[in-house]
T-cell receptor, first 116, second 111 residues
């Protein structure tokens, strides 16, 4: 069964450094997402991306964050200057169609980001 | 603020019993409802989706939706120890595609 793949599985970074998290969505999916989950807390929406542009973002997704689809398969989340509070599990998800509201989102295994 | 509320649990049921998990949501224009299972340290795994009032069955799982009461539930029949996990309720509103998650209910199935 097709799946969303994320790399790396664990990233350790010094505070203030830039980090890039990578995702390969399911191949026929057109809508991509990033969520995060701080340890012991809810899964929180960060951003959605369709047709090479951001379609929606949350208050968490400030100027330190950016997303990009650099080629036909990868989808990346960049955090420019990491803070301690950015430590979390980051999940990439994808879904098939934008306009059909009932398309489920399929999640990757996540990248655990640890900021020291 | 659009909220999704779940009882944090833990909900403990004996093996073979029915586990009943509940979720309420605050936004009346919510259209799509999803149940995800999350094992400790792992990613959310889609179990069920439901969009219309009533029941939807898939194997041992039944999702129930009541839009008037803003309530969605998940029943797990013949619960197995492998069902022990956190169950996340997620809601998608009519406009936009983001999911709003509840905090999850911890289910423990005892053999």
């Amino acid at each position: 069964e097709p799946e969303v793949t994320q790399t790396p599985s664990h990233q350790v970074t010094q505070m203030g450094q830039e980090v890039i998290l990578r995702c390969v969505p399911i191949s026929n999916h057109l809508y991509f997402y990033w969520y995060r989950q701080i340890l012991g807390q809810k899964v929180e929406f960060l951003v959605s991306f369709y047709n090479n542009e951001i379609s929606e973002k949350s208050e968490i997704f400030d100027d330190q964050f950016s997303v990009e689809r650099p080629d036909g398969s990868n989808f990346t989340l960049k955090i420019r200057s990491t803070k301690l509070e950015d430590s979390a599990m980051y999940f990439c998800a994808s879904s098939e169609l934008r306009q059909t509201f009932n398309q489920p989102q399929h999640f990757g295994d996540g990248t655990r980001l640890s900021i020291l | 603020q659009k909220e999704v509320e779940q009882n944090s649990g833990p909900l403990s049921v004996p093996e073979g019993a029915i586990a009943s998990l509940n979720c309420t949501y605050s936004d009346r224009v919510s259209q799509s409802f999803f149940w995800y299972r999350q094992y400790s340290g792992k990613s959310p795994e889609l179990i069920m989706s439901i969009y219309s009032n009533g029941d939807k069955e898939d194997g041992r799982f039944t999702a129930q939706l009541n839009k008037a009461s803003q309530y969605v539930s998940l029943l797990i029949r013949d619960s197995q120890p492998s069902d022990s996990a956190t169950y996340l309720c997620a809601v998608k509103i009519e406009y936009g595609n983001k999911l709003v998650f509840g905090a999850g209910t911890i289910l423990r199935v005892k053999s």
